[in-house]
């Protein structure tokens, strides 16, 4: 299977962005690894007709059709050199349809075992590229494909490959482990087998630029962050040598490469502050990181914007350096453009919410950007995947924000937002739901306390009960009483009660509710 970038999968700070999100992000890396597959796919199986010269000269083939399959099996068996070479061509062609070749027909025929013995057939030369591109698009397919791939102990084939001075060759051979590499088992075989030193030489050896392409994307596919922590650990100190050269692909000519580097560094640095740190020592790394975000290109953005994200879950240390280099007012740019994707003003706002996190400072920094307002303008008027990333940001002001900041997102109508969110939720027991009332219940029980202030200062409350009553808030919240999650139902019962006990009527009836007659029960009208 052919893995490619993505959305994301970085982890988060400690705080309300947790450990399930981080998990989530990874899952929609991994949607969109896949979506990014099949269009490189059908790329470069668009170009099969510009190859056949490569392959047979000016002598036209017959066209591949899959009835002969059982034919050309014979004939690859049982035929005579050359037209062992012509029926492998066919099925190969068979293999390179743009659209749903039939992979799984050939595999039930047996002949990719012949593929496999024809991958050291170097007294054939045109034979053994054929093999290599037919058991390459395989590769290419689903996960069980990809895995029949590597069962069949191409990993080692193909390892010995790489050293070969056809060009043609080894840009198949490169593919197919670029497609090994998207899993666990031939990702293994592989780093065991050096194949990130091997590859790393092939990049330094000035290859042309297809070849450096699939170099690099093949190398950042080895780079990929391991589910299993140990398997990360153990992987970990096979991966460190070649980080510099990451760094050194970031200044490519090759737009392709500098993003496959981008993403191959943001995989590195996607954990704890020690793979942080591992990235971020390099030389001017995150300078250059910001130069390439600058560029405003979204394929190499998203990617540098990971990277910098990934920084910013570090420690504190680790934050300010990129808000010294002025990731703040980069991010207030690109969320101020029209122009800008949806994906990198995901990735935007979920970095944004995890400096959120850190030290006051910081999280005044992000005030002084005027920050808040895009999160906020962004709860309220995006696509739920950004507006997720957002409600975390207003959540950990929530849990951490001074009162000033506090009483600021408020100001912004920030609970309307939240509250919209929380309607658009069909799981009362989720994550994102959990998030978000644990917000609006901290927001609520302080926002008394901050009109008090304000009509000490003389000036209008915020009267937010008196907002979230007439947005149906209260009614929403009614649904979420009985959530499976405990820590769901008890927020969702601790706003309810906000209504039921008139919290909010204080000096001059701030929050505009009917104050109780005496000896009689608060009500609000729903």
């Not at 593929?115 to 054929?130: D, G, I, V």
């Not at 020690?274 to 975000?293: A, C, D, F, K, S």
């Not at 029209?338 to 030290?359: A, D, H, M, Y």
Request: net charge negative; proline share 4%; glycine share 6%.
């Amino acid at each position: 299977m052919m893995y490619q970038q993505q959305e994301h999968t970085g982890t988060s700070k400690v705080g309300v962005s947790t450990e399930r999100e981080a998990a989530r992000r990874r899952g929609d890396a991994a949607t969109l690894r896949a979506k990014k597959k099949e269009e490189m796919m059908r790329e470069k199986r668009g170009k099969v007709n510009e190859s056949e010269s490569i392959i047979t000269g000016s002598a036209p083939l017959p066209t591949a059709d899959v009835k002969s399959l059982p034919e050309y099996v014979v004939g690859v068996r049982q035929g005579d050199p050359e037209r062992r070479q012509l029926c492998t061509t066919l099925i190969r062609k068979l293999l390179s349809k743009a659209n749903e070749p039939p992979i799984k027909q050939v595999i039930e025929t047996g002949v990719v075992e012949d593929f496999t013995r024809f991958l050291s057939a170097f007294e054939f030369p045109k034979l053994q590229l054929e093999a290599a591109w037919a058991i390459c698009n395989i590769a290419s397919g689903t996960e069980d494909e990809t895995n029949y791939i590597i069962q069949l102990n191409t990993v080692p084939q193909f390892m010995q490959l790489l050293t070969t001075a056809n060009e043609d060759l080894l840009d198949q051979c490169l593919w197919a482990l670029g497609n090994i590499a998207g899993e666990p088992s031939g990702k293994m075989q592989m780093l065991e087998l050096d194949a990130l030193k091997i590859i790393q030489q092939i990049v330094h050896n000035n290859p042309s630029e297809t070849i450096l392409r699939n170099a690099t994307w093949c190398m950042s596919n080895l780079v990929r962050k391991e589910k299993d922590a140990e398997l990360a650990n153990k992987t970990l100190p096979l991966i460190m040598p070649v980080l510099p050269t990451f760094r050194e692909l970031l200044t490519a000519k090759d737009k392709q490469v500098v993003c496959d580097a981008c993403w191959a560094l943001s995989y590195v640095s996607d954990g704890n502050n020690n793979r942080i740190q591992l990235v971020m020592q390099l030389p001017e790394i995150v300078p250059t990181l910001m130069r390439i975000v600058a560029m405003h290109d979204s394929q190499l953005c998203s990617p540098a914007l990971r990277t910098l994200g990934n920084f910013a879950t570090g420690t504190d240390e680790q934050t300010q350096q990129v808000i010294n280099a002025g990731l703040l007012h980069t991010l207030k740019k690109i969320l101020s453009s029209p122009n800008t994707k949806e994906g990198v003003v995901n990735e935007c706002c979920w970095t944004i919410s995890n400096i959120l996190l850190g030290t006051d400072e910081q999280r005044a920094c992000v005030f002084k950007s005027e920050l808040h307002v895009d999160i906020i303008s962004y709860l309220q008027h995006s696509k739920l995947k950004i507006k997720k990333e957002c409600v975390h940001g207003i959540a950990n002001i929530a849990e951490h924000g001074t009162q000033e900041e506090k009483k600021i997102i408020l100001e912004y109508q920030c609970m309307k937002g939240l509250h919209f969110v929380l309607q658009s939720l069909k799981d009362t027991s989720s994550s994102l739901a959990a998030t978000i009332l644990r917000a609006m219940e901290t927001l609520l029980t302080e926002a008394p306390g901050i009109d008090e202030i304000l009509i000490g200062m003389q000036q209008a409350p915020l009267d937010v009960l008196k907002d979230f009553r007439e947005d149906g808030g209260f009614v929403t919240i009614e649904s979420f009483l009985e959530s499976r999650n405990e820590d769901i139902a008890a927020s969702a019962q601790s706003i309810y009660q906000l209504s039921q006990d008139g919290v909010g009527f204080i000096q001059g009836n701030a929050f505009g509710l009917d104050a109780p007659q005496q000896n009689q029960p608060f009500n609000i009208s729903m």
